[in-house]
């Protein structure tokens, strides 16, 4: 078999072509040392003369002839084989490697660029009443907020500010952003009158800076 590539990359598939291939010959060669060991175990170096010089009687010399020549050819084939897979596999490792390299540095360059394009929040929230408007909204604990309404980092005083919007927001969606395991989330979050205290049913604190 020619070694596999020829101008494109080796797969998965040329190796497992490879191995059975390698496969077969380890075969033959065993039916070939069977031969020679049913005409009277000669074996590869047996001499194939008697004492007085003349050709054994006792075996089919052709065979045992044949046979050897046989291993020795399946035993080159085998070892170029051999050599094969392993470069085969050696490639495919390096890709591999290449490859999860490569991966490994779109995550980072991806996480950098979220890092950097991020907003800065300045307040977080510390705890949510289950069945609350800021539940049922899907805002959560450990949320960082970049944007309540028309709060962000740049106007944020104190936490009079984002009471301010949610009094004057109740019965209508706020826009409000967080950041959640380093990944920017929008939430609608409706300030009403719900079973419980206030009109959000959350904690939220002021973030030190």
Same mark, same amino acid.
């Given at each position: 078999?020619?070694?596999?590539?020829?101008?494109?990359?080796?797969?998965?598939?040329?190796?497992?072509?490879?191995?059975?291939?390698?496969?077969?010959?380890?075969?033959?060669?065993?039916?070939?040392?069977?031969?020679?060991?049913?005409?009277?175990?000669?074996?590869?170096?047996?001499?194939?003369?008697?004492?007085?010089?003349?050709?054994?009687?006792?075996?089919?010399?052709?065979?045992?002839?044949?046979?050897?020549?046989?291993?020795?050819?399946?035993?080159?084939?085998?070892?170029?084989?051999?050599?094969?897979?392993?470069?085969?596999?050696?490639?495919?490792?390096?890709?591999?490697?290449?490859?999860?390299?490569?991966?490994?540095?779109?995550?980072?360059? #991806?996480?950098? &660029?979220? !890092?950097?394009?991020?907003? %800065?929040?300045?307040?977080? @929230?510390?705890? +949510?009443?289950?069945? $609350?408007?800021?539940?049922?909204?899907?805002?959560?604990?450990?949320?960082?907020?970049? #944007?309540?309404? &028309?709060? !962000?980092?740049?106007?944020? %005083?104190?936490?009079?500010? @984002?009471?301010? +919007?949610?009094?004057? $927001?109740?019965?209508?969606?706020?826009?409000?952003?967080?950041?959640?395991?380093?990944?920017?989330?929008?939430?609608?979050?409706?300030?009403?009158?719900?079973?419980?205290?206030?009109?959000?049913?959350?904690?939220?604190?002021?973030?030190?800076?």
């Amino acid at each position: 078999m020619a070694e596999p590539g020829g101008g494109r990359p080796v797969t998965v598939s040329d190796v497992q072509q490879l191995v059975r291939r390698k496969d077969e010959i380890e075969a033959q060669i065993k039916a070939c040392y069977e031969l020679l060991e049913g005409q009277k175990g000669v074996g590869m170096h047996e001499p194939l003369v008697d004492a007085e010089g003349f050709p054994r009687s006792d075996i089919d010399l052709y065979q045992v002839r044949t046979a050897r020549h046989n291993i020795i050819c399946l035993q080159n084939d085998h070892k170029a084989l051999m050599k094969q897979v392993e470069e085969a596999l050696h490639q495919l490792h390096a890709r591999e490697k290449e490859k999860q390299a490569r991966d490994e540095a779109e995550a980072l360059a #991806e996480a950098m &660029s979220q !890092n950097q394009s991020l907003p %800065q929040p300045f307040a977080k @929230v510390n705890a +949510v009443t289950p069945g $609350s408007p800021a539940s049922v909204s899907g805002l959560q604990v450990d949320d960082e907020i970049v #944007e309540f309404g &028309s709060v !962000n980092a740049n106007n944020f %005083q104190n936490l009079q500010n @984002v009471a301010t +919007v949610v009094q004057h $927001s109740e019965g209508r969606p706020l826009s409000v952003t967080v950041i959640r395991g380093g990944r920017r989330v929008h939430v609608g979050l409706t300030p009403k009158r719900w079973a419980g205290k206030g009109l959000l049913g959350c904690n939220i604190i002021p973030l030190q800076r």
